[in-house]
Structures are given as C-alpha cells and as structure tokens.
C-alpha cells in the first residue's frame, strides 16, 4: 500500500473524486492490526473476502475497495 494519507482531492476535468487512505488503516480493517505485514494480508484477504489473492497487490486492491465500501456506506 503505497498511499500516505486520507484526503479527499477533486478531479476537475473528468469530474471524479480522488480519495486516498493510509495504509495502517486499510490494514487495520482488513486484519485487525494497522502493522499487518504482506502474508497476513493475503490471509485475511481469503479469509474475510473468500478471494485467493494471487499475491500482496491483489489482496491489497481487494481490501483498499471493501474498505472503500464500508467507509462511504457503499
């Protein structure tokens, strides 16, 4: 998870919301523990979601969109 903070930014041009997150939150909601280590993400990703991530950037996309989800009442 390469994002450094949550913020909201406006894309004036296309119209579309840029939202970013910090890590340790997107990893404290997948696992419980904002210093959630890449194994443990794959692993929660499995067992929370029912996805085999094929590696820690697909399991990081399948948190980072759940968590978008439950943050914006999705």
């Known amino acids: ?3 450094a903070f949550e913020s909201s930014v406006h894309n004036s041009t296309l119209d579309i919301p840029i939202v ?8 404290k909601f997948a696992t419980g523990s904002g210093n959630a280590n890449k194994q443990q993400m794959i692993e929660a990703c499995a ?3 029912h996805i085999d991530a094929v590696d820690d950037n697909e399991a990081d996309a ?4 759940f968590y978008f989800c439950n943050r914006y009442k999705l």
């Open 20 to 27: 970013l997150f910090k890590p340790s939150d997107v990893k």
């Open 47 to 49: 067992k929370r979601w």
């Open 1 to 3: 998870l390469s994002m």
């Open 62 to 65: 399948a948190h980072i969109f």
